[in-house]
């Protein structure tokens, strides 16, 4: 890095509520976590480092991050072989935790901050690298990521701060599992094509998002709870849980979590437990499963 260098920060994110249904329509209910990834952008020759993700790259690699960073800086008007990028990385990758999104708000905020480029500039660089990852995302992922806070997302409004009575804490337990959002996404979208009663899962998942979000407004943790378990039995349905994410989910329960489902696209990835008081005990139970759980606060 030289003395350049500027710097920019993406959220990593937690759905609560409505993934895969938002990519319908319907609205989702979302938090951005403390971390996520923050980019330092200086004078340099196109290599793009992240040692969390055991990434060492340079631009003209053939490989999706390079082709989503050449993508984003393009729109920010800039030459990406021009720049290096040290990514410090704090959510994992690939694990429904919004990673990609989170780089590229922090890749394009640290990018802007070179040229002067407004906020929404950055938004439509970040759409741009997003589209790469996930070919058509709802955009949910980049809303989190650059808003935080706890927000409704739909494609028609984008995303709305959302009320909450208190902060909860989450417990998040990822399974280890590595999957592609896109893979999933095509997959819901098959099933519905072929089996239209699908839809009708998609539309009470949307219902449990407007619940989730008078459950938060209300500080209702017991209702929420109720609200993950019947989401995670919805996506189920839908193909998109994995013998691995519905351990976690049973063994959160177990443990004394009033909810627990999977969070993001599934095939793999990450779960949330609502487990007030009994947090730790879920940590435990994960652990005894050989997968990592932590906490977040959501809505401080
Ligand atoms: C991925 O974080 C959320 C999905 O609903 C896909 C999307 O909204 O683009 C599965």
Not at 5 to 20: N, Q, R, W
Not at 196 to 213: C, E, F, T, Y
Request: with cysteine; hydrophobic share 45%; aromatic share 4%.
């Amino acid at each position: 890095m030289t003395e350049d260098a500027t710097t920019g920060f993406g959220h990593g994110k937690v759905i609560l509520l409505g993934e895969h249904a938002v990519v319908y329509g319907q609205p989702a209910v979302a938090a951005g976590m403390q971390v996520g990834v923050r980019a330092h952008a200086s004078t340099g020759t196109g290599c793009v480092r992240a040692p969390a993700w055991q990434l060492d790259l340079q631009v003209g690699d053939d490989s999706p991050v390079i082709a989503a960073i050449d993508r984003l800086c393009q729109r920010l008007g800039v030459a990406s072989r021009d720049l290096d990028l040290w990514l410090e990385a704090e959510v994992p990758a690939r694990a429904g935790l919004g990673s990609s999104a989170a780089m590229a708000v922090a890749v394009a905020r640290a990018v802007a901050a070179r040229t002067g480029a407004g906020e929404e500039d950055v938004l439509a660089a970040v759409a741009a690298a997003e589209a790469v990852f996930h070919k058509t995302p709802s955009g949910i992922d980049a809303a989190v990521a650059s808003r935080g806070g706890v927000g409704r997302f739909d494609r028609e409004a984008g995303w709305q701060a959302t009320p909450i009575r208190q902060p909860i804490e989450l417990c998040v337990g990822l399974s280890g599992q590595t999957r592609q959002t896109s893979d999933l996404v095509s997959a819901v979208a098959d099933l519905c094509e072929r089996t239209p009663v699908a839809r009708r899962l998609i539309d009470a998942l949307g219902d449990l998002a407007r619940a989730g979000m008078e459950a938060l407004a209300s500080g209702d943790r017991e209702s929420l709870g109720h609200q993950f378990n019947m989401a995670h039995g919805l996506l189920s349905g839908l193909g998109v849980s994995t013998p691995e994410l519905d351990a976690l989910v049973r063994a959160a329960r177990a443990a004394g979590a009033l909810g627990a489902k999977l969070t993001g696209a599934g095939g793999g990835g990450a779960v949330i437990a609502l487990a007030p008081d009994r947090a730790e005990d879920v940590l435990k139970r994960w652990r005894s499963l050989g997968c990592y759980g932590f906490l977040t606060l959501v809505g401080k």
